[in-house]
């Protein structure tokens, strides 16, 4: 999907002159306007587009604009899009829910003040840039997380380096005869190591350029797992957190993007981590532990995470998937981990269960169908 850049504005009515009218009044805006004549050429058109706003006529030949609008926010990667009906139908109760069924957010009568369209483009305008600045936040910190993760990551190999580089140099200068396999021993674990390194800053280097653009390919979860965890494991042994991984054998391969799927586990690993920590400082040093574990049942794939932290309050339970909603301290979190985890396992056509006993833990099971097809909307006017 397309970055920002401006706000792009979808504007989709059969008739033309109404789309040129309402490109006057909204075209002083610091926006790119996307016009169609039709459903079916507006799909076409913000296929891959990050869209702000749309305004949709709802009487059009073929497709109506309230299916217009379910095909528009009926794609899990997409997210929400606001949309406002502009239509001259007069609107009964009944007309009034078929249209907010649809996800508009408003709607106006022909014919309008164009002062009044105005004024609600921009709001939503703005509502649109507070999103990108606040998911531009999130981002900003998952990069200090992980840059934190990568730190612990390799400083451990590197002092494991430096001390055999030192007990090599004591035993150049106290030993008067040198033994070769003690030397081969030693140079051995010092090129183990340098391996190690490379092997962690070449998947960062993938992570970091992959994750960008979604292209759904075939791959295996208990290595795309096994990836997230090595950036992150030398963090969590550091706070006495073990982590135990039980892969399934033979596990099918699923569809989607690997380094997205990284970004979950990171992202429900760095909630359990935060448990384990409100847990410790409300009730002391415990035996911390967060299970991970893959199976295969009915032709579907279960990841489960489980945790025995703080856990999760009953009455925010309801609540931790939607966006920027957050138990944390203020400061700690955006509340957006969760719910881009979920939009990720939406887009590859599975879901999240998130079950949690609050001063005992927390266990989240995400379900992914095998070898699934990506749906790409696509369709052509008869």
Known sequence: ???PGKPKVLIVDDILMNIEFLVHIIRSL?????????????????????LALALLDIPMPGMDGIELAHRINGIPERGMIPIIFITAYPSDEEELERYYSSGIVDF?????????????VKI???????????????RMAAIGEMATNIAHEINQPLNTITLILENLLAETEHAHTSD????????NRIFENIARINRIIDHIR???????QYLPVPFNLNDSIRNALNMITEQFNLREIGIRFQPAENLPQVTGNTYAFEQVILNLMINARDGLGEKEKLHGS???????QTLYEDEVIQVKIRDNGQGIKPEDLPNVIQPFYTTKRPGAGTGLGLAISFNIIRGMQGDINI??????GTTVVIFLPVLVRIPVVQEMAS
């Open 1 to 3: 999907m397309t970055g």
């Open 30 to 50: 610091e926006i790119d306007i996307i016009t169609a004549t039709s459903s079916y050429e507006a799909l076409e058109k913000i296929r891959d587009v990050d």
């Open 108 to 120: 106006l009568l022909k014919p309008f003040r164009p002062g009044i369209l105005l004024s609600k």
């Open 124 to 138: 939503f305008l703005e509502l649109y840039r507070q999103k990108h600045q606040i998911l531009l936040t999130e």
């Open 180 to 187: 070769p396999d003690y030397f081969r021993n030693k140079t």
């Open 206 to 212: 993938t992570f970091t350029g992959g994750s960008g």
């Open 286 to 292: 415990f035996p911390k532990f967060i299970e991970i």
């Open 355 to 360: 079950q949690s006993e609050y001063g005992s």
